[in-house]
């Protein structure tokens, strides 16, 4: 049966963990949805690992366009959630465009990164009917104004707005909210403080779902590895079976363990 956002509105009630995989292309697609990942993520990721670019800015709604009608090509049965790229939901307006354009490519909901300057977008796209994920902490598209790719908030003001801004994003109708790079015990305090289900990358084992970038869970990091990835073709003889192997850890709550995880 295909994964709604129901399924995992559910799961975050009854405690099962769930699973998400960058995936770009419909040969990918069709791997990480049989093999009973529930979110396929179509991220903007693919500037840096498909692209070469040193950061997700130079994707554009095209490329973003195009990925996800591939994605939607190969997929089994997966929610399929595909990023707003980098300055193309910067208006309330502008953001009903990309979604429409990304809904129509096959997407079943989209992402945005960024807090309460998001509230009335998330609003206004909920009550259109298009399923919304909010993406928090490190956020890719504001590499330059974070001045890098760093943990976020370790300081107190930081960790408290995070939770505000959840709050605000969940009760204007964000179906998701995704965690990157968070020390472990925010995340599970915003985990705790929303009732939509929480995914997390890089911020613990307790939030509600997990999410990597498929070529660093298959160890094709190029350059420097981030703490939270884990290679799990490493022991294993197939892609598949790395596959499998992460879903069972996820759902276990054997990954992200101590050692890929910020405090
Ligand atoms: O674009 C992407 O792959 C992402 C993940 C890192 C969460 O946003």
């Known amino acids: 049966m295909a994964v709604t956002v129901n399924t995992l509105k559910e799961m975050k009630q009854s405690g099962e963990k769930f699973t998400c995989l960058t995936s770009y292309d419909a040969t990918f ?30 994707v554009t709604i095209e490329d973003m366009a195009y990925h996800t009608q591939c994605v939607a090509n190969g997929n089994q049965g997966a929610l399929l959630m595909a990023d707003m790229p980098f300055m193309s939901y910067a208006t309330p307006e502008q953001a009903m465009e990309t979604a429409a354009v ?52 370790r300081q107190d003001q930081q960790a408290d707005k995070m939770i505000t801004d959840a709050v605000a994003l969940a009760e204007a109708g964000a179906d998701i909210i995704l965690l990157e790079c968070v020390p472990y015990e925010l995340a599970d305090k915003i985990t705790k403080a929303v009732d939509v289900p929480v995914i997390g990358i890089g911020a613990g084992n307790q939030t509600d ?19 939270f990835v884990k290679n799990f073709l490493e022991g294993n003889t197939s892609i598949q079976a790395a596959i499998e192997n992460y879903i069972t850890d996820v759902k276990s709550g054997a990954f992200p363990s101590e050692e890929h995880t910020f405090k």
């Open 29 to 58: 697609a069709q791997l990480v949805s049989s093999a009973g990942v529930e979110v396929i993520l179509i991220g903007d990721s693919l500037g840096m690992v498909l692209q070469g670019n040193d950061s997700t800015l130079p």
């Open 102 to 153: 990304l809904m129509q490519s096959g997407a079943h909901m989209v992402k945005l990164e960024g807090g309460d300057w998001l509230v009335e977008t998330t609003r206004l796209l909920s009550e259109r009917g298009i399923p919304t994920c909010l993406h928090l902490g490190l956020t890719p598209q504001t590499v330059n104004k974070m001045g890098g790719y760093k943990v976020q908030g």
């Open 209 to 227: 779902g997990q999410v990597l970038v498929i070529h660093d869970m298959l160890g094709a990091t190029t350059g420097h590895r981030p703490k």
